[in-house]
């Protein structure tokens, strides 16, 4: 029986196939011996909620039901038989699980432990697709039916609950999200786990954990999505960024055998997560969203064993010796032989006093399908005049009323690629303003209203909009490293021939050798990306740098 997951809409029955397909008798032979074979009884547990590294299991004989304990009712979400598997994305990763195996009927399973499971998907390429795409797809099924054990209660009009369904989205985490704005039976769940309307945005994981308006590291905790991660290993390397560039790193780390982690601030996808169609990224000629890229190479490091830890950000290097350590904000020190940053880069804001109050309240810094719902059929401003700016107007004139877009200069960037130039030229719904800045946000609980300065004319005039996107360019996040290596005058990460001589050996460089390309001036400390001096502030650039790197840190382990 395979239903009643809802799977996308675009399902098919070859879809379906896919989603739950049946082994033959020669690929469950070569999972044989990876595994033992487990005589299972009608009602035993074989996995529950928050259970980390959980088995593989292959259905030789009986059958198992996969059920949703925290929902109402505690749905039955699919029935595997013989020839099935069980598990998705977090059998892979080792996470925690958020859903129930029990057996439904007696039988013997083949159990594979996790990290045999890893190894096999490592070297058996055909299983590796089979498991892999069902995977992938039973994780969509789950998050387009809701089916996870998590329910986040907000409201459109709060900047918290965007950032927290941002969090758990780009996390690729399945979760109901009730708003309380529209839906009006939230009142029942708000009554039942006691809190009120003012505690929003409130998150109920496992139909027990209520976190009233928590950080993304609370909901990160609650979830378990770092549970599978061992703090204490001294790693080959850390990969400090999960943007495209840490991504790759991870990837190619990860499948050449290193013991790798990728450590991000909040979810993986960096600045490219946050637009809505990359179109110059080699192999796509259609385009793809920076969350789906970024997404597909999140599940690819995964798969190669990468460990992932999220919501935490390094705030500092222990320099002075090797292993280096890196210092994350609740103290904790994470050792590794090698690093790689590829912390890339953050939204330049403009000098508006009240500014903060407004973000997520009408200011944003992205323009992803989630926002574009927010402000359909309105008038909205895209400030900026380079590629990023560019890409958010034609992407929310297809929902938007009218798209103001403000450009401080003349004219657009000159590093605006030329089709997009032209998409904005022709487009009506698009109107230009040069020679313009805004000069004041006003609202009450929300932005309301937008006044803007046409320098060319020295008139102010205000505007009854409510949705402005900022798209001004980015500066490099390399707080954290100051005193620890050479970076340029605007904070970018010097590397190889960029770092002079006298910066090189006041830094305290040991070795005989000069730093090799994407070297920092600190051995075995490399950079990549948009956090690099002279980077190209591209995606295919970052994820070019972050691959090579891994060859580089392959060298450099072998010097220790
Ligand atoms: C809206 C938009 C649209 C774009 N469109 C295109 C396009 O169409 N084509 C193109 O080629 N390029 C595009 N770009 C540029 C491209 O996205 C960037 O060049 C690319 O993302 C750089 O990748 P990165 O990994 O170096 O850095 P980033 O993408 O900036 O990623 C850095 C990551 O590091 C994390 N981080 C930062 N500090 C810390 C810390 N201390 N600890 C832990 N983690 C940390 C951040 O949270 C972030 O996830 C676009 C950029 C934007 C903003």
């Known amino acids: 029986m395979l239903s009643p997951v809802t799977l996308p809409p675009s399902s098919s029955l070859d879809q379906h196939t896919q989603i739950f397909p049946t082994l033959t008798a020669a690929q469950i032979d070569r999972i044989r011996p990876c595994g033992k074979v487990r005589h299972v009884e009608a009602g035993e547990v074989l996995f ?14 009986g059958s198992l039901e996969i059920v949703q304990p925290s929902q ?12 099935n598997f069980a598990g998705e994305i977090a059998t892979m990763s080792g996470q925690r699980a958020f859903v129930l195996g029990r ?17 096999l998907i490592g070297r058996d390429a055909e299983l590796s697709e089979v498991f892999l795409r069902a995977f992938i797809l039973r994780r969509l099924a789950l998050i387009h039916s809701g089916a996870g054990n998590v329910i986040l209660l907000g409201s459109r009009h709060s900047a918290a609950t965007l950032k927290l369904r941002e969090f758990v989205s780009r996390n690729g985490y399945p979760y109901v999200y009730r708003d ?10 708000l009554d039942r786990f006691n809190v009120s309307a ?3 945005p409130v998150t109920i994981c496992n139909g027990v954990h209520v976190l009233k308006n928590p950080s993304i590291q609370q909901l990160a905790d609650c979830l378990g999505l770092n549970a599978n991660v061992d703090q204490t290993a001294i790693r080959d390397l850390i990969i400090v960024g999960g943007g495209p560039s840490g991504l790759a790193a991870a990837v190619y780390a990860a499948s050449e055998g290193l013991d790798a982690l990728l450590l991000e601030t909040a979810s993986p996808g960096g600045q490219a997560g946050s637009s809505s169609k990359i179109e110059n990224y080699l192999g796509f000629p259609t385009g793809i969203s920076g969350q789906e890229l970024t997404g597909r190479a999140l599940t690819q490091a995964m798969k190669f064993g990468a460990d992932i830890m999220v919501a935490h950000s390094a705030v500092r290097l222990h320099c002075d010796r090797r292993p280096y350590h890196i210092v994350l904000e609740d103290d904790t020190k994470l050792a590794t032989r090698t690093i790689v940053i590829a912390t890339g880069a953050t939204y330049n804001k403009p000098p508006l006093p009240n500014l903060a109050r407004f973000e997520g309240l009408g200011v944003y810094y992205g323009a992803t399908f989630m926002e574009s719902q927010l402000c359909d059929g309105d008038d909205v401003i895209v400030v900026g005049g380079g590629n990023s700016a560019g890409q958010a107007a034609v992407f929310l004139s297809q929902t938007a009323r009218r798209v103001h877009m403000l450009v401080r200069s003349g004219q657009l960037a000159d590093t605006m690629s030329r089709y997009l130039i032209r998409r904005i030229e022709e487009n009506p719904n698009i109107e230009l303003h040069y020679k313009t800045e805004i000069v004041a946000l ?21 505007h009854r909009i409510r949705y402005v996107f900022m798209m001004t360019g980015a500066s490099p996040r390399t707080d954290w490293l100051k005193g620890c290596l050479a970076l340029d005058a605007k904070g970018f990460v010097l590397t190889g021939r960029d770092i002079e001589t006298t910066a090189l050996h006041s830094g305290g460089w040991s070795l005989s050798r000069p730093p090799q390309m994407l070297e920092t001036s600190l051995p075995g400390v490399f ?19 972050g691959s090579m790197a891994i060859s580089l840190v392959h060298r450099t382990l072998g010097e220790l």
């Open 48 to 61: 529950q909620p928050g259970d980390e590294h959980v088995p593989f299991f292959v259905l030789l004989s």
């Open 527 to 545: 950079a990549v990306g948009d956090v690099r001096a002279g980077n190209i502030k591209r995606v295919a650039s970052a994820v070019g740098e």
């Open 103 to 119: 057996v439904a009927t007696e039988g013997d399973f083949l159990e594979v432990r996790h990290e045999d499971f890893r190894a």
């Open 198 to 200: 003012d505690d929003v």
């Open 72 to 83: 109402p009712g505690q749905p039955i979400l699919v029935t595997h038989a013989a020839g």
């Open 442 to 462: 006003d609202g009450d609980t929300e932005l309301e209203r937008v006044t803007w300065l046409d320098k060319s004319t020295g008139k102010q005039s205000a």
């Open 180 to 189: 309380l704005d529209t839906d009006t039976s939230s009142q029942e769940l």
